[in-house]
């Protein structure tokens, strides 16, 4: 009988030595076999060298760009277009070198993360400037001024345009990195994510929020200086095209407790817009004259928003008992109509067709005087932004 209990016991130890070695060893391969097999489904496996075998470490993301220069750059891109280029530098390789320190690649890949990525930097700066020209409309910078969200917009446009493309870049650069074209990687650490959700999750979102909050920061004190003293400017502006639109919205605000409603708001608003498109003949109006062709060319600005009245009403205004709106809840409302209705008109044919009121227009006032000067002279109307429309300042 004795003996029997010793074997039991023997055995128990046994087992749970056997339950201890298993965890540990999952808890320091990360599940990794030995043989690094890479099971890829369906009983499929890829023989992964050794190379391949990435051990992942904490690290915290420290990031090179200046809050206040980015704040800057992105409010008008196009004025400070070499700046943005050296943005986007600093950006991409701030996220790479994260994404590197964090897969504990070796001192001779890290120095070669910067050769990989000017591959890809000339594009990738024109891609981001363009995309973040067509989402940000620069000349409604005033009103977003006045409603508190100007830098916020266009930190909200940086963080949609950077996710992008940034998953693209850091898998690129890394399995070229790894001489790894599948890009096929068997990891093993702390935190193990892919590449992408690294750079996303650690660098891009923490980056965003600090420039986030520095915006709010920056918006505010820009609403409150907008209009400190009265202006008065001369300006020189050829108006083509008037829009005229209505919209309207409906929004409930709803109170509950313990997951049941106990009060609710309802407001409706509508409104009217006005909106004059054209160019600003202050910023570039050139008259050249061929005498070989006995053309007279005149080059104009890229057409823009010059004006934009939106005339808000409220329609219905039912407080619920606990008074759920407030002043935020009727200038957010005012902003998103106003955004809708530029929005509209930036997608719409309005700036094409103010070109050609403006060929109409320029041809009708000069055609007559120039050929009371030279006859046989034609007019012909050029545009500075290389014909891309509603490229803003």
């Known amino acids: ?182 890009g096929l990687l068997s990891v093993k650490g702390n935190k193990v994510y892919s590449p992408c959700s690294v750079a996303m999750e650690e660098g891009l979102k923490p980056l965003v929020k600090r420039l986030e909050d520095r915006a709010v920061i920056e918006d505010f004190k820009k609403s409150k200086g907008i209009l400190e003293e009265r202006m008065e400017r001369v300006i020189g502006e050829l108006a083509t095209i008037e829009i005229r639109d209505k919209k309207g919205l409906t929004k409930e605000k709803a109170t509950k407790v313990w997951g049941y409603k106990v009060s609710t708001t309802e407001v409706e608003i509508t409104a009217i817009s006005v909106m004059k498109v054209g160019f600003k003949l202050d910023e570039y109006f050139e008259v050249n004259t061929d005498t070989k062709n006995r053309v007279v060319s005149v080059t104009l600005p890229e057409p823009k928003i010059l004006s934009h009245e939106v005339y808000p009403k409220v329609d219905k205004l039912d407080v619920g008992w606990m008074r759920e709106v407030s002043n935020e809840d009727f200038n957010d409302n005012f902003n998103l109509l106003r955004r809708e209705f530029r929005r509209d008109a930036m997608e719409s044919s309005a700036f094409n067709r103010s070109k050609k009121e403006a060929e109409k227009l320029l041809k009708n006032i000069m055609e007559p005087m120039v050929q009371s000067i030279h006859r046989g002279y034609t007019i012909q109307v050029n545009y500075r932004g290389g014909g891309v429309p509603n490229e803003f300042e």
């Not at 339950?19 to 496996?45: C, H, L, M, Q, R």
């Not at 750059?73 to 994404?99: A, C, E, W």
Request: proline letters at 3%; glycine letters at 4%; a positive charge.
């Open 1 to 182: 009988m004795g003996n029997t209990r010793a074997i039991l016991k023997f055995v128990v130890l046994i087992l749970l030595l056997g339950i201890a070695g298993v965890v540990i060893w999952k808890k320091f391969s990360n599940g990794v076999p030995t043989d690094y097999d890479f099971d890829v489904g369906e009983g499929g496996k890829v023989k992964i060298p050794k190379s391949m075998q990435i051990n992942y470490r904490d690290i915290d993301f420290k990031s090179t760009l200046s809050e206040q220069e980015v704040m800057k750059i992105m409010s008008n891109p196009t004025l400070y277009r070499r700046d943005f280029g050296k943005m986007v530098y600093q950006l991409n390789m701030d996220m790479l070198l994260h994404v590197g320190k964090r897969m504990n690649l070796p001192d001779s890949l890290m120095q070669n993360v910067e050769k990989e990525y000017r591959k890809h930097h000339n594009y990738l700066k024109d891609l981001y400037y363009f995309d973040i020209i067509a989402l940000k409309d620069t000349s409604s910078s005033m009103y977003e001024r006045w409603y508190d969200s100007d830098a916020s917009s266009s930190i909200e446009v940086l963080n949609e345009v950077s996710a992008k493309y940034t998953c693209f870049l850091v898998n690129h650069v890394m399995t070229s990195l790894l001489k790894n074209p599948k």
